[in-house]
T-cell receptor, first 115, second 111 residues
Framework: EAGVTQFPSHSVIEKGQTVTLRCDPI?????LYWYRRVMGKEIKFLLH????????ESGMPNNRFLAERTGGTYSTLKVQPAELEDSGVYFC?????????????FGSGTRLTVV | LAKTTQPISMDSYEGQEVNITCSHN???????ITWYQQFPSQGPRFIIQ???TKVTNEVASLFIPADRKSSTLSLPRVSLSDTAVYYC????????????FGRGTSLIVHP
């Protein structure tokens, strides 16, 4: 079974530019999560999709961040315009919807550097 | 969400058994206990999950006392490649549960 795939693995952009991160969850996983870790800080939840619907986006920092999951498959996270404080590692995870499943599968993350 | 408390860091040597204890005093009836491992430049990786008593898999064991207010991740005979950050998460598994990460325990295994 293929795991959760994220790309790009690294991205360096200038302040004010736009960046789009992509996450391909495990096939059949209805739940998709985005997380972010800023250097030196804990991994923080951003938002949660159930299929194509946003179930919880309470962790999104501000309206410069836009997440989509059209068709309930892959998801994108766009940052526009990027600011210096957006730098960090963005993780995506997916899980099945059945309660009691064994954990969540995370991707390797996208390291975003805004200069 | 149940708050978890775990050591910030631990050191060990190759071949030793490592036990990392996590406190979760306000764990709810429906909550599971899940441990993740994270290497640098990688996402967290599921290690083991349990609800009560003891769970063992090919990687680790998880000990959960009857009151479930704590849990202990046991790594037998660690190697250098076990150097990583270990996270203890408590919550419902699956459904709309949002995994919430604390600071984790940074384990360093020395030769």
């Amino acid at each position: 079974e293929a795991g959760v795939t994220q790309f790009p693995s690294h991205s360096v952009i200038e302040k004010g530019q736009t960046v789009t991160l992509r996450c391909d969850p495990i096939s059949g996983h209805d739940n998709l999560y985005w997380y972010r870790r800023v250097m030196g800080k804990e991994i923080k939840f951003l938002l949660h999709f159930v299929k194509e619907s946003k179930q919880d986006e309470s962790g999104m920092p501000n309206n410069r961040f836009l997440a989509e999951r059209t068709g309930g498959t892959y998801s994108t996270l766009k940052v526009q315009p990027a600011e210096l404080e957006d730098s960090g590692v963005y993780f995506c995870a997916s899980s099945q919807s059945v309660r009691g499943n064994y954990g969540y599968t995370f991707g390797s993350g996208t390291r975003l550097t805004v200069v | 969400l149940a708050k978890t408390t775990q050591p910030i860091s631990m050191d060990s040597y190759e071949g030793q058994e490592v036990n990392i204890t996590c406190s979760h005093n306000n764990i709810a009836t429906n909550d599971y206990i899940t441990w993740y491992q994270q290497f640098p430049s990688q996402g967290p990786r599921f290690i083991i999950q349990g609800y009560k008593t003891k769970v063992t898999n090919e990687v680790a064991s998880l000990f959960i006392p009857a009151d479930r207010k704590s849990s202990t991740l046991s790594l037998p005979r660690v190697s250098l490649s076990d150097t990583a950050v270990y996270y203890c998460l408590v919550g419902e598994s699956g459904g709309s549960y949002i995994p919430t990460f604390g600071r984790g325990t940074s384990l360093i295994v020395h030769p």
